[in-house]
């Protein structure tokens, strides 16, 4: 049984430093989410434990953690299944050659530095646990990422998500989410591959029967719930609870596939109908408790398993400084010389370049994973984090210095009248 | 397409041919004899290792309620650290330690400790 006195108050702690250290972010101009992450990292190692090692062994003890795990994984299904509904297919086929080829780059280019980097840190930061294979896909796939929902939340604010380079940014972002997470599950399959409950064959064919499963079922059934909406203007209690219970089944399944469960709430949010009055009731429903609640409590998770700065040499630093050139030279250089070989004009792409930059939770997830599977090490780990957060902290000044808000303003804003959802 | 796929083939194959240290992260179940130093044995609590690895470093932590944590490295097939030397030997999922453990007030103890659960992780 958990002790409840000591759960409540870890979500009482953690919720006081996401929303206080998140109001000073937004202070210097920073996304809120931003400022959660940082507050996550601050409670763990790397600043509490590491400034009052008592008072976080008392607040945080090890045997405590896997309650704030299995809250935290919650909070992750929900909050996939609202990035996935977000996505809408429309936009990617409204977007043109030049979102088309700077994805494309985008995606590739820091997937093959990644993957050039593991090279060099396999020896270094592995074990022979892991193969080299499995290690390399997951450095390349873990660059290739972009963090939709941030970068949404940063467009938004910076009044740019009507605009040419925020509608060729997000259709980028969605792309390479989309398709940075089907990678990652082939290397959650290739790396849990021979110890897994099921056999390899089970997991392919099954993931296979599962995906046509949903494409050509499911999602036949699914525009039940708009008409439903479309008629009260609402989904009742028991309406909203079936939606839940088939986020949660989609997830059960993969997660008995051995993918991973969160794979199953991104392909049911994915799948779900998209007229906007919909989407954005959904979008209601789930984000307070998902991002006020239960996203806090994956940053804090996070935080308590990294350990930046903590017990490292110099080395580690060494470590530090390439992962996170490597990060931005594939990113923000590979999507801004794509941007502009499709005939973006070099301050736009360059915009885009600083935009898909932006890593942040969506990085998070797929680090927690890693550490989960095992492919990566624990200070591997730590290092990512960092470059996740580094990769994030520099959008919003970087993209203020290229594209200033004068800039804006004088762009025309042509797609204001439609509705992005 | 074709050059980044071919790109990406040729370093994961170059990449076949890299070794990594020898893995020992994980929970230990400790075999030793009793009568060796019973005042420090009965301390400990199985696993009474636990290993965070990160290439060739490594934090031990030893169960013995104190929960007292030791730097160590591993050098080709041998975990060392201020307490503990111990030979690595076994494939990563049958992996075994062989060794020594100072434990406080006794000599050197001989121990044999077994990775409690298959370490999770694979690949090709």
């Known amino acids: 049984m958990p002790n409840l006195f000591q759960l409540v108050l870890q979500i009482a702690v953690i919720l006081v430093a996401a929303r206080v250290v998140g109001i000073v972010f937004q202070k210097i101009h920073q996304p809120q989410v931003m400022g959660e992450m940082v507050a996550g990292i601050l409670l763990g190692p790397s600043l509490l434990g590491w400034v009052a090692p008592q008072l976080s062994a008392a607040l945080f003890p090890p045997a405590s953690l896997g309650y704030l795990s299995a809250l935290s994984q919650v909070g992750l299904v929900l909050f996939m299944f609202l990035v996935g509904l977000a996505l809408n297919p429309k936009d990617l086929d409204n977007s043109g050659h030049a979102a088309v080829l700077t994805s494309h780059v985008g995606i590739v280019a820091p997937f093959v530095l990644g993957s050039i980097l593991a090279l060099y840190l396999y020896p270094r930061l592995s074990d022979d646990s892991v193969t080299f294979t499995g290690f390399a896909l997951f450095m390349g796939a873990a660059m290739s990422i972009t963090a939709f929902p941030v970068l949404a939340r940063i467009l938004a604010e910076r009044h740019l998500l009507r605009t040419r380079l925020g509608t060729m940014a997000i259709t980028c972002a969605a792309v390479d989410d989309v398709t940075g997470w089907y990678i990652l599950a082939y290397i959650v399959v290739l790396v849990r591959a021979g110890h897994a409950a099921r056999p390899l064959w089970v997991t392919i064919g099954g993931s296979l029967v599962y995906i046509f499963a949903m494409l050509f079922g499911v999602r036949r059934w699914l525009p039940y719930f708009e008409r439903y909406h479309q008629r009260r203007k609402r989904l009742s209690e028991n309406v909203l609870a079936m939606l839940v219970l088939l986020v949660l089944a989609s997830s059960l399944v993969t997660e008995w596939l051995g993918i991973h469960l969160l794979f199953g709430a991104f392909l049911m949010g994915t799948i779900m109908p998209k007229e906007a009055p919909f989407v954005r009731y959904l979008l209601h429903q789930f984000e307070s408790l998902t991002i006020v609640l239960l996203l806090p409590m994956f940053f804090a998770f996070t935080g308590l398993r990294a350990r930046i700065g903590v017990g490292g040499n110099s080395r580690i630093w060494l470590y530090t400084a390439l992962v996170i050139v490597v990060a931005i030279a594939g990113k923000l250089g590979g999507s801004m010389v794509a941007a502009r070989m499709a005939g973006t004009p070099w301050r736009e792409a360059a915009a885009i370049g600083i935009l898909m930059n932006t890593r942040g939770l969506m990085q998070l997830v797929i680090l927690n994973i890693g550490l989960d599977i095992g492919v990566i090490s624990p200070a591997l780990f730590s290092i990512m984090v960092l470059m996740a957060l580094v990769t994030t902290f520099m959008t919003t000044p970087l993209l203020e210095w290229v594209y200033p808000a004068r800039l804006r303003a004088a762009q025309p804003d042509d797609l204001a009248e439609q509705d992005v959802a | ?124």
Do not use: Y
């Open chain 2, 1 to 124: 397409m074709g050059v980044p796929l071919a790109g990406l083939l040729g370093i994961l194959e170059a990449g076949r041919s890299i070794a990594a240290p020898m893995s020992v992260g994980g929970d230990w179940v400790l075999e030793v004899d009793p009568a060796a130093c019973p005042s420090g044995i009965a301390r400990l609590r199985q696993p009474a290792l636990n290993i965070v690895q990160s290439g060739a470093d490594a934090l031990v932590t030893l169960n013995d309620g104190r929960a007292a944590q030791m730097p160590a490295t591993i050098a080709g097939a041998v975990l060392t650290s201020t307490a503990l030397r111990a030979d690595i030997a076994g494939k990563p999922s049958q992996r075994i330690l062989t060794g020594t453990l100072q434990l406080d007030g006794c000599a050197p103890l001989a121990f044999r400790a077994t990775r409690q659960e298959p370490v999770r992780k694979s690949g090709d």
